[in-house]
């Protein structure tokens, strides 16, 4: 299969062109960075670290897609905004694993995901979608007996907050526990906030260093808690994910799949 990956640049796009130059299966036919970005010009590979591919680094996003069975974007909503575009106006299948977008471009996924294959994950790792079911079993079973915090912490870096992963966490003990993040959801704490409304659905972001990802949902009750955690020890995980939903897409031909359908959680 030809996989174009979007945001070439960064380190997701990095660690995408290493796994694929070594894949026996999966080829890299176009390598996206941002217009302006150092990269262009750059063979991919040694970009990456992974020797010489033959595909240079571009900032040409429909030549990219043009030439892809299927797009891999891991950018910036704003670059994958214009991805999409393209995939929907070239029938070209897409997995997006970037994060932070509105609810707006959720929307306009959701459109697309009418005509074309998109697996849309927060967070591909096989991990926090298996944390993801246990967040789901745990919320049924202890219900509004316990008070729920999302605890995530992510390296100095990023430039969002809560994580993707979080949010959805977030809505996973929402659906369950019937609640809605618009009214419940609290994020971060100071001063006098007063007593914890037993509906709150809280979020705290810790940033530093080089975390790659960490995400805790603590279910608070009186006497005993439980707390579900995952840790991302290296980007591989979130390739391994992407690849796999990958070649979950490449025989659907449209909807909008997760990565519990990938994995056949669902
Ligand atoms: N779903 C998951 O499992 C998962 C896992 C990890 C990360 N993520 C998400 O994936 C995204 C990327 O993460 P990262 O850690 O790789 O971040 P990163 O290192 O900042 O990489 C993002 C890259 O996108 C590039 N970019 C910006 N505009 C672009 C454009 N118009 N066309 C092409 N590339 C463009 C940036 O280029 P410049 O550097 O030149 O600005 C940068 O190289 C984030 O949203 C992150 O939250 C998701």
């Not at 660690?15 to 176009?30: E, I, K, Q």
């Not at 595909?55 to 892809?68: F, N, R």
Request: glycine fraction near 12%; charge should be negative; aromatic fraction near 4%.
């Amino acid at each position: 299969m030809n996989i174009t990956v979007v945001g070439v640049a960064g380190r997701m796009g990095q660690a995408l062109v290493r796994r694929l130059c070594a894949h026996p299966d999966l080829r890299l036919a176009a390598a996206v960075a941002r217009p302006g970005s150092d990269a262009l010009g750059e063979d991919a590979g040694v970009l990456a670290g992974a020797g010489a591919s033959g595909v240079p680094v571009t900032d040409d996003v429909a030549a990219g897609v043009a030439v892809a069975e299927l797009v891999i974007d891991f950018s910036t909503p704003a670059a994958s905004r214009r991805v999409l575009g393209e995939c929907l106006a070239a029938g070209k299948r897409l997995v997006i694993g970037t994060t932070g977008f509105t609810a707006g471009d959720l929307e306009a996924v959701s459109e697309a995901s009418k005509h074309i294959a998109i697996v849309l994950a927060p967070n591909m790792s096989v991990g926090v979608n298996l944390t993801f079911k246990l967040i789901e079993m745990a919320a049924r079973a202890l219900g509004d007996d316990v008070d729920v915090e999302v605890i995530e912490a992510h390296h100095r870096d990023k430039v969002d907050a809560p994580s993707g992963t979080a949010v959805r966490m977030g809505e996973i003990l929402g659906q369950v526990l019937g609640r809605d993040l618009e009214q419940d959801a609290v994020y971060g704490r100071q001063g006098q906030v007063g007593a914890r409304a037993r509906s709150t659905i809280g979020f705290s972001s810790i940033r530093g260093g080089d975390i790659i990802g960490e995400h805790t949902v603590m279910f608070a009750g009186i006497g005993e808690r439980i707390e579900l955690t995952h840790r991302a020890q290296s980007r591989d995980n979130f390739v391994t994910g992407a690849l796999r939903a990958a070649l979950f897409a490449v025989d659907k031909d449209s909807g909008l799949f997760d990565m519990q359908d990938v994995l056949g959680l669902s």
